[in-house]
């Protein structure tokens, strides 16, 4: 990982023009997937070549999966999912959650041997929420902690189908499930208690194959095959929303965003922008591959404070982080409650983004299972680490912006993991 420091500055004048968001991570992730296990070759155009999504196709090209990649087009010579061969070598997920917990779903229904491996972070984070239900199902994994922690083992194959209600309101325990459900005898039923991203149910779809959704539980029928299908890729809104924060809160700015994501499972920040008032104009435009996507406009705003809790949580999971950043700069007190997932994400994201954002004066209190912000005071200069978390870096630089004084920002290289071009992105609007 890149450890330099980089000097920022507060934002001169405002931002201006136009970025075209790069690809949605957690649909890149699953068109490579599909792809290698669908019969036939499945074009990717709008692929994120950031390093999570690299790392999935470094594992199942490591399991014999033909993929060219350059850019953002990748091509996947898909062989079924029996073309799937036992890997001679680790699965290296790196710092990406959705590749080891969806990768574990697909393991589950091979009949054969793998060990997976991932990053510092990946080894503090929980994995027993998929593990303990795959085994369930019949696959043998063991790990640290009994198969809560990587390195895992697993050895797939002759699984048999569950009916499971989730503790944790998790796509990726979610898209595990029925992954390893689209290889099991019978039909695996997923209850969750709050409905998560839908990336899977639509992509599975497109695949040809059906998975139903009735209320919060979605089902699929085993022994269904993928058939290749091209996907375009809209760009994700959880990139999208550095510059949606920034544009509100640099004064003067106007900033345009092209071809982002508008999947309602994923869009509540931009509900939370408009009810603080937010000046955002949204012009939707096609749906590709069962995703809609569209084209925004935001200008510096005027916000109220707000309160995030129950339902609305995953729809916003990620830019918790960046949304923390736009209410240190609102007048009143933010409330962000029912998140204790932020503390099992890349970093312990309570933590550090209370951490960080305290650094330069923010008025911030980490909760049990969020945080209270009493914002409208200016941030001040100061020093902050990204602790390896690509979006903590990411809210830190949208934080400077608009602090009083130098901000220097540690382990900048994180940014890498889901937005190679944020800088570059950053630099063309000032
Ligand atoms: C993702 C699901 C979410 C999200 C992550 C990507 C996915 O995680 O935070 O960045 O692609 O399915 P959880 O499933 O842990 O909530």
Same mark, same amino acid.
């Not at 982002?260 to 603080?276: C, F, Q, W, Y």
């Not at 998140?339 to 951490?355: C, F, P, Q, S, Y």
């Not at 330069?360 to 100061?382: F, H, Q, S, V």
């Given at each position: 990982m890149d450890e330099t420091i980089k000097l920022l500055n507060k934002a001169e004048s405002g931002l201006s023009g136009t970025i075209v968001v790069p690809g949605d991570k957690s649909i890149s992730h699953r068109a490579v997937m599909f792809g290698a296990m669908a019969n036939g070759t499945t074009n990717v155009s709008g692929f994120l070549p950031g390093d999570d999504c690299l790392s999935t196709i470094a594992c199942f090209r490591k399991m014999g999966v033909a993929i060219e990649q350059e850019g953002d087009k990748v091509t996947v010579e898909g062989k079924g999912l029996d073309g799937l061969k036992e890997p001679n070598g680790v699965l290296d997920v790196g710092n990406s959650g959705t590749t080891i917990r969806l990768l574990l779903g697909v393991l589950s229904g091979r009949p054969f041997h793998s060990v997976v491996v991932g990053d510092d972070s990946i080894g503090k984070r929980p994995m027993a929420r998929v593990t303990a239900p795959l085994r369930q199902m019949g696959a043998q994994i063991d790990g640290r902690e009994t198969g809560n922690k990587t390195p895992l083992s697993i050895r797939g194959g002759q699984t048999k189908a569950i009916e499971y209600t989730m503790p944790v309101a998790s796509a990726q325990v979610k898209s595990a499930l029925l992954l390893a459900g689209l290889q099991a005898e019978g +039909?695996?039923?997923?209850? !969750?208690?709050?409905? @998560?991203?839908?990336?899977?149910?639509?992509?599975?779809?497109?695949?040809? $194959?059906? =998975?139903? %959704?009735?209320?919060?539980?979605?089902?699929?029928?085993?022994?269904?095959?993928?058939?290749?299908?091209?996907? $375009?890729?809209?760009?994700?809104?959880?990139?999208?929303?550095?510059?949606?924060?920034?544009?509100?809160?640099?004064?003067?700015?106007?900033?345009?965003?092209?071809?982002?994501?508008?999947?309602?499972?994923?869009?509540?920040?931009?509900?939370?922008?408009?009810?603080?008032?937010?000046?955002?104009?949204?012009?939707?435009? $096609?749906?590709?591959?069962? +995703?809609?996507?569209?084209?925004? %406009?935001?200008? %510096?705003? !005027?916000?109220?404070?707000? $309160?995030?809790?129950?339902?609305?949580?995953?729809?916003?999971?990620?830019?918790?982080?960046?949304?923390?950043?736009?209410?240190?700069?609102?007048?009143?007190?933010?409330?962000?409650?029912?998140?204790?997932?932020?503390?099992?994400?890349?970093?312990?994201?309570?933590?550090?983004? =209370?951490?960080?954002?305290?650094?330069?004066?923010?008025?911030? +209190?980490? @909760?049990?299972?969020?945080?209270?912000?009493?914002?409208?005071?200016?941030?001040?200069?100061?020093?902050?680490?990204?602790?390896?978390?690509?979006?903590i870096g990411m809210a830190l630089v949208i934080a400077s912006l608009c602090a009083n004084g130098p901000v220097e920002l540690a382990n900048i290289g994180a940014i890498s993991v889901s937005y190679p071009q944020f800088f570059e992105h950053l630099q063309s609007l000032q």
């Open positions: +039909e695996t039923s997923v209850t !969750e208690p709050q409905t @998560t991203r839908d990336h899977t149910e639509r992509m599975l779809h497109a695949f040809g $194959v059906k =998975v139903t %959704t009735a209320g919060k539980t979605i089902s699929i029928q085993g022994g269904q095959s993928l058939q290749a299908a091209d996907v $375009v890729v809209p760009g994700d809104i959880s990139s999208a929303a550095f510059f949606l924060v920034a544009g509100c809160i640099v004064p003067g700015s106007r900033v345009h965003l092209k071809n982002v994501g508008l999947n309602p499972t994923r869009a509540g920040i931009l509900e939370v922008l408009k009810r603080s008032g937010a000046k955002l104009s949204i012009d939707e435009q $096609v749906t590709t591959g069962g +995703e809609p996507r569209g084209d925004m %406009t935001i200008s %510096t705003s !005027e916000l109220s404070p707000f $309160v995030i809790e129950g339902e609305e949580v995953p729809t916003l999971i990620d830019e918790i982080p960046v949304l923390a950043v736009l209410a240190t700069q609102i007048s009143g007190t933010t409330i962000i409650r029912d998140a204790e997932e932020l503390k099992v994400k890349e970093t312990n994201r309570i933590d550090t983004v =209370v951490g960080e954002l305290a650094k330069l004066g923010a008025d911030i +209190e980490a @909760t049990d299972d969020g945080m209270i912000i009493r914002g409208g005071k200016p941030l001040t200069g100061g020093k902050v680490d990204s602790h390896g978390d690509h979006r």
